[in-house]
Each structure stands twice: as structure tokens, then as C-alpha cells.
């Protein structure tokens, strides 16, 4: 193996890979990466046996050929290497060489055949959006992914394709994101597919721009190919809950107010919530909001919002956690908020086809 190319390019496309390489593992090979030279490009592919990334750098190619290099050892001499054509190459005793001014540098390596195989093509039945479209919608449904491990299936978002439409779906149990949109193309029929967590924080960090992304399935496995990078990842093996019923249907008491204002004010009074108490107390009145919290081994505090509100007047608890998760990433300047009563829950709608619902919780003060 023996190519050229520039240090910064060759850098970004080990970063690109590097993140999901595991720093601990029991089979020395996925410590590594996989880079082989092909025609007119490098490709560099790293995995955890959960997910694998592969990315294509274009590049002058001398000699085809294949190694895996040690990844962190690659990605910490490259840091250090000022920013010039490098030459790599390797030997058949699986001794890596990059060339950089008058330093040569030699890392041992392993060979191709001891590397996970990853499948790298893509359905021509396959799924396509717009990538910062995708990256905004998973933004909007990540955060109610379940930590819990013993409820499996929930630790992952819900893919749903069907008519054209995609549609994500995260709940943990106690909230529930959901979003829709429209996509370019989709294969025939309805989809439903359980994605990790890992992997959606993987895909988020990968995605941006107006490029589409495509995805399709195969058997256990879900594929996005972003074009020039390409992730892989295992399926979360299970049956989603029934999350259509839990929606409610729409409510004529609403909340209106601005969102960072109301932000603001759960974060500061969610300063007060303990693990042992973590609800705050919203009480409603007519275009008066007051959310405050006691915690007699902390304080109180309190603070009042002026909103838009002619419903009935009544006090509930929310978790502010999960109102500062969604408020954060929403882009409406103004939100409603669906309030119809103390022991329901609290949903917010947005005309992009978004919905939120969240559980109140019991008031401790």
C-alpha cells in the first residue's frame, strides 16, 4: 500500500471514524483502524461490533493496499504533524509508515483479514432526507430515550417509514417525543425499526447540510450512507409500546408564553428540586403563571411569568428536567403548552408536526 495526502484531510476522516473505536476491549483488532487504498480515494473504517463507520478521503493512490493501524496511536501522531502531504505506505509484515518533511514514523499494524467485514451497500428501497433535516428531527425525540436498561426496547428511537412519510418516536416512560416529516423517497410498505441511542449520538455528530442521507434496512441492521461517510449499526430487537394511544387529543386550555422566558424560569426554580423531591409547582391563573419549589433542606424560591391563559385555575408538577430538554432545542420563539387539568399531562404541539407530551408529578410543597 502507498498513497499521498494532505494531513489535514486525512486527520478529519480519523476523526470522522475514531469516535466509536472502544478504548477497552477484550479483541485487540477493534482498537484499531482499517485503512485500505482504493483507485483514487483512502478509505478509513473503524467499529465496535455494535456500529461502524466507514468514510472515503480522496487522495493520490501509488499502490493499493490495506492495514489496520492502531487508532489512537494514528490520531495523536497526526495531531502532532504540521499540516503537509504525508506519504503512507505499508509492508507485508504489517508495519505502517507515514512520511512527513524529514520524518519518517512506523506504527505495527494488523492485517485486513483479522477486521470485522462491514456490508457497505445501501437498498436501492432506501429511505431519503435531507441530512440537517434528519439531525434536527432526532435532536427533537433523543433526549426521551430511556436510560433504563431493563426496558430495552425503549432505549432506542423508533423509525416509522411509511407513505412517504418518516416519522421518529422516543419515550421513557414517564414523556414521549414524536415527530413527522416528508421524505424523498421510501420503500413500499411500513417500516418500524428500533435505533440505539448510541447510534442516533453517533448520526447526530455526522450529519449537516443540505446532502441527502439515505437509509435502509437489512435484517438486524440499519444503513445510512451520508455519501462520502457511511454508518452501520444493530438493531434493538424488540416491539415498541403502543405510543398512538398514549396521545391525547387536543385541548382547548392552553398556555402561551415566550420560551425563553419560561425556560429561564424552570431552570432557575429547577435549582431548588432534589432527587428526593424533583417536581416544581406551576400554578395557573388567568394570564399569571407562578412556578416555585420548597425543599425545607434547601429553600424556596418562586417566580412569575406573564403568559396568555383563560383556563380554569389549578396548581401541578412537572419534572423541570423534562421541560428544559425540550425548550432548549425547540426553534419557536413562542410555545403552547395543552394544560386541561392537575392529573393530566401536559403536551406541547407545533405546526412542523411535533408533539411532547409530558407526565405531571405529584407536588411535594
Known amino acids: 500500500m502507498k ?189 418500524n425499526r428500533i435505533v440505539p441511542e448510541k447510534t442516533i449520538n453517533e448520526l447526530i455528530r455526522l450529519l449537516g447540510g443540505e446532502e441527502a442521507v439515505k437509509i435502509s434496512f437489512k435484517e438486524s441492521q440499519i444503513v445510512f450512507d451520508l455519501g462520502n461517510t457511511i454508518l452501520i449499526s444493530r438493531l434493538i430487537d424488540g416491539k415498541f409500546p403502543n405510543y398512538e394511544q398514549v396521545i391525547p387529543a387536543e385541548s382547548p386550555h392552553r398556555l402561551r408564553a415566550s420560551r425563553e422566558e419560561f425556560l429561564l424560569a424552570v431552570r432557575r426554580i429547577g435549582l431548588w428540586s432534589t432527587q428526593e423531591s424533583p417536581s416544581i409547582r406551576f400554578d395557573l391563573a388567568a394570564d399569571k403563571l407562578t412556578v416555585s419549589k420548597q425543599t425545607p433542606e434547601v429553600g424556596e424560591a418562586h417566580e412569575q411569568i406573564t403568559v396568555e391563559y383563560s383556563g380554569p385555575e389549578f396548581s401541578i408538577g412537572f419534572n423541570p428536567n423534562y421541560l428544559i430538554d425540550v425548550l432548549k432545542v425547540l426553534p419557536e420563539e413562542q410555545i403552547e403548552i395543552e394544560l386541561p387539568g392537575p392529573d393530566r399531562p401536559g403536551v406541547m404541539r407545533t405546526k412542523e408536526h411535533y408533539v411532547y407530551i409530558v407526565l405531571p408529578m405529584q407536588l411535594s410543597n
Open 3 to 191: 498513497a499521498r495526502i494532505l494531513r489535514e484531510n486525512f486527520l478529519k476522516g480519523i476523526q470522522t471514524v475514531s469516535p466509536i473505536v472502544p478504548t477497552r476491549s477484550t479483541l485487540p483488532i477493534l482498537s484499531h483502524l482499517l485503512i485500505e487504498t482504493k483507485k483514487d480515494a483512502i478509505q478509513i473504517t473503524g467499529t465496535d461490533l455494535e456500529i461502524g463507520i466507514t468514510t472515503t478521503i480522496p487522495a493520490e493512490i501509488l499502490e493499493e493496499g490495506s492495514i489496520a493501524i492502531p487508532a489512537k496511536r494514528l490520531s495523536d501522531l497526526l495531531k502532532e504533524l504540521p499540516n503537509e502531504m504525508l506519504q503512507l505506505g505499508s509492508k507485508k509484515n504489517q508495519q505502517a509508515s507515514i512520511e512527513c518533511g524529514k520524518g519518517v514514523f512506523k506504527i505495527m499494524g494488523l492485517s485486513k483479514e483479522e477486521f470485522p467485514h462491514l456490508p457497505h451497500s445501501v437498498s436501492h428501497e432506501a429511505i431519503s432526507i435531507q441530512q440537517n433535516l434528519l439531525q434536527k428531527m432526532l435532536s427533537l425525540v433523543v433526549f426521551s430515550v430511556s436510560k433504563d436498561e431493563s426496558r430495552y426496547v425503549l432505549t432506542g428511537i423508533l423509525f416509522v417509514s411509511k407513505k412517504n412519510t418518516l416519522r421518529l418516536v422516543a419515550t421513557d416512560g414517564r414523556r414521549m417525543a414524536m415527530i413527522d416529516r416528508e421524505v424523498k423517497s421510501a420503500p413500499a410498505g411500513e417500516q
